[in-house]
């Protein structure tokens, strides 16, 4: 701390046009301090005019002020001189590894604050003071520290580069006019860089126009991601409530029904045990009289037995067996016949109504549908990298090359069972899913193929319809013949017409249900296109008709 305060004490006792302690130190009527002999030489220079200034304010002065020697700025400087200390830099202002260097500085050298396009020199801020104070250096161009200024010389004459060919697009000095740019279309360095810079200008204007034309497009896009959130979060509310609803409905189904049948089982039980008591009761009753009629039937005393006979009171009217009828395995399971019917036309109803939900939800587009690619390497750009899956394929298919080839063989294969292979048709499916906008070629060599694409939940199993591509509205294909093509959706044939090629190209924009088919030669024309609405990721998807030794491959494309 004690140095630092020397430091600043130096600095303030030091002259600020040779940069040492002050000598015989004067001091202008502006009130800044000079060297005597320093402040004398720069008016020196300024007598032509008769007008005197201070090289650190710029106050003038007419006529020439006399100067006398500030006594008491003189011991506080001799005073500081005793001390000794000689205050250093500090260690931030020597030049690192990383700095421009002054090409004065001997020994340690301090960074530079400017460097000189005239000198090709870099000065530190001591030495670049005769560049502000001489008149010789008043034209000098200064700019920030550079460790480029070589680049400025020409190797060839050693000379500062101050001219610009446009013919050779390079910078020259003026010895190469003379020489091999003689007769090329030359200007000075300063005008090139002021039409380069007039050019800069309209560049700068114009990525500053597509700044802020994106910056509205990003807020814009904020403002739909926000929409998008709060409508999103309002159709799940909504649901929640519509789905509480029906659950809360349905619980209260399901508890009429709990009520109803144990209403009626209390019911139906109350009449049965009701006809049941009655019985008992006329079974007691008849034990009764059976038992009365017995101990008459052994009375030994005839005449006792006529007198006791009349006095029997008569039965009382049976209860008709016929009146009961018993309704066999007809309690309550019709009950669940019933709910079960419910069920099934619930599931049927949700079945239907969620493909229609869930396609609502997948029409939500907030962006516009990109243009459909027109050339080939606008279509490479969405080329995707598509291998086949060994578990969808047919026995008689035999996969090579990465899983991308796929031939027809003449013996079938032993692979081993897998849900998701094709027992009956000869097809394979990609082991990827397809979203987005994908790009894929395929090329075939031999009997017919049939180029498809295809939802996973198709079927696999049996020789039905459901099974084949193009033959299902879970599939679409294009039927590919050495000389003709035609398309199937849904088992609808549609003809295609186009140059035969065994090469065909696949586009699909998912989102936007654009399906395209092309003939690739040396050109790209365009067989077939589907536009529709995908409901379900999609997977590549071939099937060969006949001719075994037919191949089929995957390509790879760039």
């Known amino acids: ?130 560049h502000y104070e001489s008149p010789t250096f008043k034209k000098h161009k200064l700019v920030e520290p550079s460790k480029k200024l070589q680049e400025n010389v020409c190797s060839r004459h050693d000379e500062v580069m101050k001219m610009f060919c446009r013919t050779d697009q390079q910078s020259i000095c003026h010895l190469c006019l003379m020489d091999e740019h003689k007769g090329h279309d030359t200007v000075t360095a300063a005008a090139e860089r002021t039409e380069r810079q007039r050019e800069l200008g309209v560049s700068r204007q114009n990525i500053q126009q597509r700044i802020q034309d994106r910056d509205k497009d990003v807020k814009l896009l904020q403002q739909e991601v926000e929409a998008v959130n709060r409508s999103a979060d309002k159709a799940v509310e909504d649901s929640e409530k519509i789905f509480t609803q029906l659950i809360s409905l349905m619980e209260k189904r399901r508890s009429d029904v709990k009520q109803q049948v144990r209403s009626q089982q209390e019911a139906e039980v109350s009449r049965v045990r009701e006809l049941q008591e009655k019985l008992e009761q006329e079974i007691t009753e008849l034990k009764r009289r059976d038992a009365d009629l017995e101990e008459l039937s052994l009375t030994e005393d005839h005449n006792q037995f006529l007198h006791d006979y009349p006095s029997l009171s008569p039965l009382s009217e049976s209860t008709d067996s016929s009146s009961i009828k018993i309704r066999p395995l007809r309690y309550f399971e019709a009950v669940t016949a019933a709910v079960s019917e419910v069920r099934g036309k619930l599931q049927d109803v949700l079945r239907e109504t969620w493909t229609n939900i869930s396609q609502t939800v997948t029409e939500v587009d907030v962006l516009l549908p990109q243009p459909e690619p027109k050339t080939r390497a606008e279509f490479l750009q969405y080329s995707c990298d598509i291998t086949l899956d060994p578990n969808t ?166």
Request: aromatic share 10%; glycine share 6%.
């Open 393 to 558: 394929a047919n026995t008689w298919l035999l996969l090579s090359d990465g899983d991308r080839k796929a031939t027809f063989m003449s013996e079938e294969q032993s692979y081993s069972s897998h849900p998701d292979r094709f027992t009956d048709y000869n097809q394979v499916l990609s082991r990827e899913s397809l979203t987005g906008r994908c790009y894929w070629e395929v090329e075939r060599r031999g009997g017919a193929v049939c180029v498809a694409v295809a939802y996973k939940s198709i079927s696999r199993a049996g020789r039905g319809t459901e099974c084949v591509f193009g033959y299902n509205d879970k599939s679409w294909a294009l039927r590919c013949n050495n000389n003709s093509y035609y398309f199937r959706y849904n088992n609808v044939k549609t003809p295609v017409s186009g140059p035969p090629s065994s090469r065909v190209g696949v586009y699909l924009d998912h989102r936007a249900g654009i399906l395209s088919f092309y003939s690739i030669s040396k050109t790209m024309t365009l067989l077939h296109r589907v536009q529709t609405t995908f409901t379900q990721p999609l997977c590549a998807g071939l099937w060969f008709l006949w001719s075994p030794g037919s191949t089929a491959e995957l390509c790879k494309v760039k």
């Open 1 to 130: 701390m004690a140095q630092k305060g020397v430091q600043l004490d130096r600095e303030t006792f030091s002259c600020s046009i040779c940069l040492d302690l002050l000598k015989d130190p004067v001091a202008v009527p502006c009130g800044h301090s000079y060297c005597m002999n320093c402040i004398q030489t720069h008016w020196d220079t300024e007598d032509e005019r008769r007008v005197y200034s201070c090289p650190q304010c710029r106050q003038t002065f007419t006529p020439r002020p006399v100067l006398l020697k500030n006594t008491m700025l003189a011991d506080l400087v001799e005073e500081l001189k005793k001390t000794g200390l000689q205050a250093a830099p500090a260690d931030h202002c020597y030049a690192g590894p990383e700095d421009v260097a002054c090409d004065v500085c001997t020994g340690r050298k301090l960074k530079a604050c400017k460097s000189c396009l005239q000198c090709l020199a870099s000065y530190c801020e001591k030495h670049l003071q005769p």
